[in-house]
């Protein structure tokens, strides 16, 4: 069974509803007999790599929200990680172009390291507050997965990749894609959204049992997702 999803580095609810889904995952018999695959999927592709500032200037700037709504959804999505086991710290995280990750993550498909790629990345935006579009940073992670650092570079200095990229984000819009987290189980079935541990759970149960039916939207009610206006609650 295939597990595509999209999601951009920048989006809290990607790593919170990644954590979400392998807890899920982690629960199945079958899990064994699951392939997932990271696409990308970028919230905001007019972002500067060559500038940066911080979460609540973005969200007040860029979303037209008011300082205080920014720093209230800042700490909704706090504490919507510690549920998950994700330490979220908006306040570190540097807001720039994800577009070199994402060049990054799919090199790091190549080498069949993709989630552990995307794991880091989120990590190092959300948390460690690293800068997700310097090219010297991104080569520390490729080589940490023992990533070929001179195809890395090379990847990173060009326009090498940029098809991979490109190709997912046309994928996405062409299959009506605009929020992400986004799952597509096995090209037939679709979860938006952060949701619930239980809900991955039996979306995963369903279409590993029924993989012959048309396709339809197995999200709950509630899913957390961001979008080009920004992330919802």
């Known amino acids: 069974m295939k597990i595509e999803i999209w999601s951009d580095v920048m989006c809290p609810f990607c790593y919170i509803g990644k954590h979400n889904f392998e807890s899920a995952l982690e629960k199945l018999s079958f899990k064994d007999k699951v392939e997932v695959e990271?696409?990308?999927?970028?919230?905001?592709?007019?972002?500067?790599?060559?500038k940066s500032e911080?979460?609540?200037d973005y969200l007040k700037s860029r979303k037209g929200i008011s300082e205080a709504q920014s720093k209230q959804l800042m700490e909704q999505v706090v504490q919507m990680g510690k549920s998950s086991g994700v330490d979220i710290?908006?306040?570190s995280a540097?807001?720039?172009?994800?577009?070199?990750?994402?060049k990054l993550l799919q090199l790091s498909k190549k080498y069949h390291k993709g989630?552990?790629?995307?794991e880091l990345l989120f990590k190092a935006h959300f948390t460690d507050g690293k800068n997700v579009a310097d090219t010297d940073f991104l080569l520390s992670l490729a080589e940490q997965l023992e990533i070929n650092r001179e195809e890395a570079e090379r990847v990173l200095s060009s326009d090498e990749y940029d098809d991979h990229v490109n190709q997912d984000i046309m994928e996405a819009r062409n299959n009506g894609i605009s929020s992400v987290p986004f799952f597509v189980l096995n090209g037939k079935?679709?979860?938006?959204?952060?949701?619930?541990?239980?809900?991955?759970?039996n979306a995963l149960n369903q279409t590993y049992q029924e993989t012959a039916s048309p396709f339809k939207d197995l999200s709950g009610e509630n899913g957390n997702a961001c979008d080009a206006d920004g992330c919802s609650i």
Not at 38 to 50: G, I, V, Y
Not at 115 to 118: F, G, K, L, S, T
């Open 94 to 102: 540097i807001i720039t172009s994800t577009f070199k990750a994402h």
């Open 54 to 56: 911080s979460m609540l």
């Open 89 to 91: 710290r908006p306040e």
């Open 115 to 118: 989630n552990e790629m995307e």
């Open 189 to 201: 079935y679709a979860v938006s959204g952060a949701q619930p541990v239980e809900v991955f759970e």
């Open 38 to 50: 990271w696409k990308s999927f970028q919230l905001d592709p007019t972002l500067d790599p060559a």
